[in-house]
């Protein structure tokens, strides 16, 4: 039998009761984590003040930081969409918020595991635990940039919860290094944060939206691994579906456009990203693209995962060639929200790392592109004749 849920389209979703936590088909992990900090078995890393509190999917209230994040950046951002990246500091910049972008975090590794199995439950808890007393060395919280990373540490800090071996194996590793085992006591994505901010970026905004309507991918290792920790709010889709992304979208003016595979995986999916990459570029544009064309026509497709914006907008060069239904740009909604207060579309969002033509969308968001780009090619020149190293956080902020 399929687990895929029937589509009811958005103007026929009513609001859902809020759940009842005690009712929840699941355990609150967090609990477990201060048992077993109590026993001398690990270190829990405390959410900073300030938080906001959001429900989850069964009721329960997660904390979401603020201010002082250690930012987990996601391999596949900084190689194929660096604007993914220097969009969510930007934000924390304008906003005013300490944050540490560091040098020695590591790969979680999450994508050998999931695309070919070849690590092991030891090493992967081990990766976790070394960036998470990374981060606790600092001061500052975990904010994880990839949605493959929030979800694979989910599952790695239940891991680490249920299994006193796995949890013996990773605190010797960790002695070798110097350091202790800490799990956090929330896994937090930085779309999260963006959610709880997104009433402040709408007081912020300076470019109209309101003519824009946008699509949502919602990332599958967001909400579908450990399901119990992902946004739910009963205002958002009547509380069926994730709150982020789509509260976002809300907040700055634009219009929602539904579509029936809203389900569906982008395409990524790990191992036939590697091996069956001419399946994946099918799936991204046939079953996601062209569907959201036909049934909504979106400006814009807004996800909030690094392998989302990837396939789903680089896949759609191949299916143009076929003649195929395609043309919708794709953008993260730390980009969207970027844009939306004022950055620029090239020395902040980094669009031309982008595939799939954004220029009709940024005339509609009124930006003139070509003058962006005359201002970045300017940039450019100046590297070039050596007058500065890089471009800075000043020149971007500018």
């Not at 930081?65 to 604007?83: A, E, Y």
């Not at 991918?217 to 691994?225: Q, V």
């Not at 049934?295 to 909030?304: F, G, L, S, W």
């Not at 919708?328 to 929200?337: G, I, T, W």
């Amino acid at each position: 039998m399929s687990t895929e849920p029937t589509f009811i389209p958005l103007d026929a979703i009513r609001r859902a009761p809020v759940p009842d936590p005690a009712n929840a088909p699941t355990e609150d992990i967090r609990e477990l984590l201060f048992d077993l900090e109590d026993a001398g078995e690990l270190i829990v890393q405390r959410v900073p003040e300030p938080y906001v509190e959001v429900m989850t999917k069964y009721g329960r209230m997660k904390k979401i930081p603020l201010d002082k994040t250690w930012h987990h950046k996601s391999c596949g951002q900084c190689g194929h969409i660096p604007g993914y990246s220097t969009s969510i500091f930007w934000l924390n910049r304008q906003f005013g918020m300490s944050y540490d972008d560091p040098t020695d975090q590591t790969s979680c590794t999450a994508w050998n595991y999931y695309a070919s199995a070849t690590s092991n439950a030891v090493a992967q808890a081990a990766v976790a635990s070394r960036n998470f007393a990374a981060a606790y060395a600092t001061g500052f919280y975990p904010m994880i940039h990839c949605g493959t990373s929030y979800g694979h540490y989910k599952e790695t800090r239940a891991e680490l919860v249920h299994h006193p071996e796995l949890r013996r194996k990773v605190r010797d590793i960790m002695a070798k290094l110097n350091k202790p085992l800490i799990v956090p006591e929330e896994i937090v994505h930085y779309s999260e944060w963006i959610h709880v901010m997104r009433d402040k970026i709408a007081e912020r905004q300076v470019r109209d939206f309101s003519s824009i309507t946008a699509s949502i991918h919602p990332a599958c290792h967001y909400y579908k691994l450990v399901t119990e920790d992902a946004i739910y709010d009963p205002d958002i889709y009547g509380g069926q579906r994730t709150a982020t992304v789509t509260g976002l979208v809300e907040a700055v003016g634009s219009t929602v456009g539904d579509y029936s595979t809203f389900f569906d995986c982008c395409g990524f999916g790990f191992r036939h990203i590697l091996v069956q990459r001419d399946f994946s570029r099918s799936f991204a544009t046939q079953r996601k693209i062209e569907i959201m064309k036909e049934e909504a026509n979106p400006d814009v497709v807004i996800t909030h995962d690094t392998g989302c914006v990837t396939t789903l907008d680089k896949s759609q060069f191949a299916a143009k060639a076929h003649q195929r239904n395609v043309g919708v740009p794709v953008l993260s909604d730390a980009q969207f929200a970027a844009l939306a207060m004022g950055a620029h579309p090239y020395r902040v969002v980094q669009l031309h790392w982008h595939a799939t033509d954004y220029t009709a969308l940024l005339e509609k968001m009124g930006i003139d592109w070509e003058q962006s780009w005359a201002e970045f090619e300017s940039d450019l020149k100046r590297i070039e004749s050596g007058e500065i190293e890089y471009l800075s956080w000043e020149d971007a902020d500018a």
